[in-house]
């Protein structure tokens, strides 16, 4: 039962440097989400897809872009990493996007930005 | 606007004290509000949801739509019961879940 697995774990990116975050589920759901966990902040909405070959903005998408070319992938890109981006991202699936749904996380992907 | 709001960062309790996680939402549709809970190293996890009306772990949450809050209790803390929680509000059509801000709890031996 792998779930939604992220790739990497941790990273270290210097300023400017551009890197992808890689994520995949494997319980055919439609809607995909990238978070990112700051302290006090909670989880807040990067950008999230409504099925394979859309994408769509969340509560915080500027400095990143996503692609879904493949309903179980969804990609989270950095162009240009700023220090403002050290954070824990969270790769999510659900079933649909009603808000009714449970939502299914990945382990966490750790990317500090010196 | 909606938001969910969880007024403590930080809540430290004995072992076998009542805890209760406050959460307070504002929607003005038809909520539907989950309890998702992070252990150690572990994954963001659903804990419970209102509509199913469970008790999972011992904890239980109840919907008050008349003051609004969702407060998650358990009569009796355990220390694995240590993690970061996070209570999210949910709805119908294209409404996405937002979650709070998170509370931590620490149960002390």
């Known amino acids: 039962n792998a779930g939604v697995t992220q790739t990497p774990k941790f990273r270290v990116l210097k300023t400017g440097q551009s890197m992808t975050l890689l994520c995949a589920q494997d319980?055919?759901?439609?809607?995909m989400y990238w978070y990112r966990q700051d302290p006090g902040m909670g989880l807040r909405l990067i950008h999230y897809?409504?099925?394979?070959?859309?994408?769509a903005k969340g509560e915080v998408p500027d400095g990143y872009n996503v692609s879904r070319l493949k309903k179980q992938n969804f990609l989270l890109g950095l162009e240009s990493a700023a220090p403002s981006q050290t954070s824990v991202y969270f790769c999510?699936?659900?079933?649909?996007?009603?808000?009714?749904?449970?939502?299914?996380f990945g382990e966490g992907s750790w990317l500090t930005v010196v | 606007a909606q938001r969910v709001t969880q007024p403590e960062k930080l809540l430290s309790v004995f072992k076998g004290a009542p805890v209760e996680l406050k959460c307070n939402y504002s929607y003005s549709g038809s909520p539907e509000l989950f309890w998702y809970v992070q252990y150690s190293r572990q994954r963001l996890q659903l804990l419970l949801r209102h509509i199913s009306r469970e008790s999972i772990k011992g904890f239980t949450a109840d919907l008050n739509k008349g003051e609004t809050s969702f407060h998650l209790k358990k009569p009796f803390a355990q220390e694995e019961d240590s993690a970061m929680y996070y209570c999210?509000?949910?709805?119908?059509?294209?409404?996405?879940?937002?979650f709070g801000a998170g509370t931590r709890l620490f149960v002390k031996a």
């Open positions: 897809s409504v099925g394979e070959g859309t994408t």
């Open positions: 999510a699936s659900s079933y649909s996007g009603t808000g009714r749904n449970t939502i299914y």
């Open positions: 999210a509000l949910g709805g119908g059509g294209g409404f996405k879940t937002i």
């Open positions: 319980m055919n759901h439609e809607y």
